[in-house]
């Protein structure tokens, strides 16, 4: 878990143990402690090449159901015309790996919500 993301594993120690110096535990002790991580923590999600927790691939999954649940009430739908973008089919193109500032991803959201997305 170290040589993969210290830093993700320290703020995970930190935030679920409160432990901020986990060189100054015992190895057995750190050791313990980070398997006991939950499993949407950021060193195991990282570990298991997960990049949204198993709850937002549901509530994405929710939304995109929806979405074409009401895209197919309408004309388009009907004839089979101008489908809804989908969250998880978007989620999972080439190059997209999350974002790298709260920033980057209120401009992402924002373009959504334009419909640009």
Request: charged residues 30%.
């Amino acid at each position: 878990m170290i040589n993969t993301d210290e830093d993700a594993l320290i703020c995970d120690l930190a935030e679920t143990y409160g432990v901020f110096d986990y060189r100054s535990l015992p190895l057995k002790t750190v050791a313990a402690l980070s398997v006991g991580l939950r499993a949407d923590s950021r060193i195991k999600m990282k570990l298991s090449g997960m990049e949204f927790t198993p709850d937002t691939y549901l509530l994405a999954a929710i939304v995109d159901r929806l979405s074409i649940f009401l895209w197919r009430q309408t004309k388009d739908g009907v004839e089979g015309i101008n489908p809804p973008d989908l969250i998880l089919a978007n989620s999972r193109k080439e190059g997209r790996k999350g974002f790298s500032t709260g920033e980057e991803f209120e401009k992402f959201r924002e373009n959504i919500l334009k419909g640009e997305v």
